[in-house]
């Protein structure tokens, strides 16, 4: 294909604005002698990211989102359809001389999860990613520092290729570097991977472990809004590549922290142990996937409906337009923030994703509701609360 007809072809998709290098995995989850275990589940970090993601994206921009799935022989029929009810940009690569990705969930007191691959697993790189793809303007990691470091350098690179050799496409985000939004694998959160930890911060502009994760990593039964020393010894050591990124700490059923080295604010989960929610949390296995997703699509979503209804609910409210204002350049974090934590709110619901339903006009239903009413509900509810939760600055 001629250079001329390679950029054309390439500018005919509609723009990535999410990518994740998660895999597809379908789950068996053990809830220990809490109630009965579960096989078959769609699951995996990709298919909760991609949902948080496709969440926020909303009806019209869900082929924004994108990600692949590895189907083998014995890829579930009802699995595929609910992929393809999400409208999303999927690569489905087929090879019926492999099983499918799967892996077995155990929960535990306190959220903390075991986890275990049943069969062999089939590691998404870079350079799998299609030429749209690597075009993304935000990218989800789950790994390890060494490969967080691996993946960036490795889209990075590919990118620089692309455009030396004119085959970059012709929206204004090309010309600049994607959002990498990298997630720890609770595994290696060792006092071991200090150091890679802090060397892999320096390429991302979120790192996200969990409030476990984070403790486990630096010797702690675990991590607590008290402790600052933490904070701020990672960011003092540098997030992202001008030491301008965000520390995000997912603490579940607490909320989430996030902090740079200028501004932190604290926001509580959407379904709350004393909250009114007629919804229950049934399963957290994916929330923290999907808080990711969303945050990243987040990020890239200004000025679109979930936006416009944080800023409509919250308009009167000087402390927020204060706290947002502080945050300058990334004053788009404490509202993709909100729409991640509403996202969150849909996966805790049921066992595996979300459900989704179409009602016609651009609008759509998950679990019954849709997700820009959630949004309003929860900003509401922030707005009345604010007064009586915890200072952020």
């Known amino acids: 294909m001629a250079m001329a007809e390679a ?5 005919q998709h509609s723009p990535v604005e999410f990518c994740t290098l ?82 077995w969930n155990g929960y535990h007191p306190n959220e903390k999860r075991d986890f275990e691959y049943l069969t062999p697993k089939l590691r998404l790189e870079p350079s799998m990613l299609s030429e749209t793809q690597v075009w993304s303007r935000t990218f989800h990691m789950v790994c390890s520092s060494s490969r967080c470091l691996s993946i960036v350098q490795d889209i990075l690179r590919r990118r620089d290729a692309l455009r030396q050799a004119g085959q970059a496409p012709s929206t204004t985000h090309a010309s600049s570097r994607p959002i990498f939004v990298w997630e720890p694998v609770p595994d290696l959160c060792t006092p071991e991977e200090q150091e890679k930890f802090f060397e892999a911060i320096r390429v991302v502009d979120v790192v996200s472990p969990n409030h476990l994760e984070l403790g486990m990593m630096f010797e702690q039964p675990g991590w607590t809004e008290e402790n600052t020393t933490l904070v701020h010894k990672i960011l003092d050591s540098g997030i992202g590549p001008d030491g301008k990124g965000c520390l995000v700490i997912r603490a579940g059923k607490d ?57 409509s609910v919250l308009a009167q409210s000087e402390q927020w337009r204060r706290e947002v204002d502080a945050w300058g350049q990334q004053r788009h974090l404490p509202l993709a923030l909100v729409c991640a934590t509403v996202a969150a709110g849909f996966v805790v619901e049921q066992i595996g994703v979300p459900q989704i339903s179409g009602v016609g006009n651009g609008r759509e239903l998950w679990n019954q509701s849709e997700f820009t009413e959630r949004v309003r509900l929860y900003t509401q509810r922030l707005f009345r609360t604010q007064d009586e939760s915890r200072p952020t600055n």
């Open 255 to 311: 909320g989430s922290y996030a902090y740079s080295r200028t501004q932190n604010i604290w926001l509580p989960a959407y379904h709350q142990p004393n909250s009114s929610d007629t919804t229950a949390v049934v399963d957290p296995t994916g929330a923290g996937n999907s808080f990711l997703g969303a945050l990243a699509q987040g990020m890239v979503s200004a000025g679109r409906a979930p936006f416009q209804v944080i800023d």
């Open 22 to 103: 998660g895999m597809f995995i379908l789950d068996n989850i053990d809830f220990g002698d809490s109630r009965p275990g579960v096989k078959n589940i769609l699951g995996g970090a990709a298919s909760f990211a991609v949902v948080g993601a496709r969440l926020v994206a909303g009806p019209a921009h869900a082929r924004s989102v994108s990600w692949i799935v590895d189907m083998g022989s014995d890829f579930p029929p009802e699995a595929l359809e609910s992929i393809k009810s999400w409208n999303t940009d999927c690569v489905l690569r087929e090879d019926h001389g492999r099983l499918t990705t799967r892996a």
């Open 7 to 11: 950029k054309a072809s390439l500018d």
